[in-house]
Each structure stands twice: as C-alpha cells, then as structure tokens.
C-alpha cells in the first residue's frame, strides 16, 4: 500500500523568506511519481510540481523545487521569496506502479505568508 | 491555457436523490479521474477512466456511482442515491496518453451538499 505523510499541519513564512514543506512517502513500488498541488481557499487544486523516481536531479518550476531524497523516501517542497499568494493549502500526492494512476495524497500543509 | 471545466459549482440535493456531476476535460487528454475531498479531509481517489472503460477504482467507489462520457467532450460521475456522506467537493481531472510526467490536471471542484 502506498502513503504519504505531511508532518505539518500549519506552517508561518515572512514575506520573501523560504519555506521548506515536509513529505515523505512509503511505497514498494520502484516507478513512482511525486507531485505537489496547492490549494487556495477558492478551492481549486493547482499543479505545482513533479519528481519521477528515476529523476537524477531535483526538479524545478520557478520559484517551486523538490528537494527529493529517494534513500529517506521524503519528496520536500521548497518555496523561495514567498509571496502573499502563497498562502494556500498544499498536498503532496504519489503516483506509484506501473499502470496505475490513481494518485495518494498526503493530508495538506496550510501556508500562511506573513507580511 | 486549456483547462479542465465542471459544472455545477455548487449542487444541493436531498439525501436519495441522483446526481450528475459534469467535466469537461482538457481536449487531448486521453484519461480522466474522478476524487472527492470531504471537508477538511484529504483529496481521495474514486475511479479512473481510459478508452470508454474504468481503468483502475478505489474502495469508495461502489454501485452507487457510475462514470459516463456520453460524448466526445464529456465525462460524467453520477451518484444513484446520494447519503449524507456523499457530501464533498467532487473534483474532476485528466491527463494526457502515457508517458512523461503524465500530469493530472484537476478542474475547479463541484460541490455537493446532500441534505
């Protein structure tokens, strides 16, 4: 069975600061998928990111990276120079096996940016 | 930017009553996804959806729910005989053919209020 665990219920930046999300998963399948979404109050879930387990490198969108350490199975969301919209909920999910694509999400990390 | 499209926003029914949740997905996507996220609750999986036939279903989605893409735009969840606890936003998604990142990329949520 596949987990993701989000340690962080809530979690304060300031303004301009990083941020670092805490993820880590369990899955006994070697080909995953490891993505982000984050969720406003609107309610809508938007992609953010995505790391494949045989990535050699961490992946990076803008102001978004995965710190992906396969050994400790943590996939962490990183969010530099933080803006006021980034306050929002964000899931980490793991897609895993081969042929399925039902995604597990984690229970969501509430971000408060601070002005 | 293409997106995926649902409609209602907001549906109420009284509990027993039939529902039809509608999406639109994105044109050249070629699987389509159906969860839910009860208040406050973590996004779940229900079913998934390739080539006119469910792919791949979670425990959650029994003979009460029934997926559908009655046309070559449409993709369809209906919930025969709704209880309390269908109450949740209900979130469609699609990704395009295999391979890649095969990113899911989710619509807007429809929510359902069953009274």
């Known amino acids: 069975a596949q987990k993701i665990t989000q340690t962080q219920p809530g979690m304060f930046v300031q303004e301009k600061e990083a941020v670092t999300l805490d993820c880590t998963y369990d899955t006994s399948d070697p080909s995953y998928g490891l993505f982000w979404y984050k969720q406003p109050s609107s309610g809508e879930m938007i992609f953010l990111i995505y790391?494949?387990?045989?990535?050699?490198q961490n992946a990076t969108e803008g102001r978004y990276s995965l710190n992906f350490q396969k050994a400790r199975k943590s996939a962490n969301l990183v969010i530099s120079a933080s803006q006021l919209g980034d306050s929002a909920m964000y899931f980490c999910?793991?897609?895993?096996?081969?042929?399925?694509?039902?995604?597990?999400f984690g229970s969501g990390t509430r971000l408060q940016v601070q002005p | 930017e293409p997106e995926v499209t649902q409609t209602p926003s907001h549906q109420v029914t009284q509990m027993g009553q039939e529902v039809i949740l509608r999406c639109v997905p994105i044109s050249n996507h070629l699987y389509f996804y159906w969860y839910r996220q009860i208040l406050g609750q973590k996004v779940e999986f229900l079913v998934s959806?390739?080539?006119?036939?469910?792919?791949?279903k979670s425990e959650i989605f029994d003979d009460q729910f029934s997926v559908e893409r009655p046309d070559g735009s449409n993709f369809t969840l209906k919930i025969r005989s709704t209880k309390l606890e269908d109450s949740a936003m209900y979130f469609c998604?699609?990704?395009?053919?295999?391979?890649?990142?095969?990113?899911?990329?989710f619509g807007p949520g429809t929510r359902l209020t069953v009274l």
């Open positions: 998604a699609s990704s395009p053919t295999s391979g890649g990142t095969d990113t899911q990329y």
């Open positions: 790391q494949g387990s045989y990535d050699q």
């Open positions: 999910a793991m897609r895993g096996g081969t042929g399925r694509r039902a995604l597990t």
């Open positions: 959806f390739y080539n006119n036939e469910i792919s791949e």
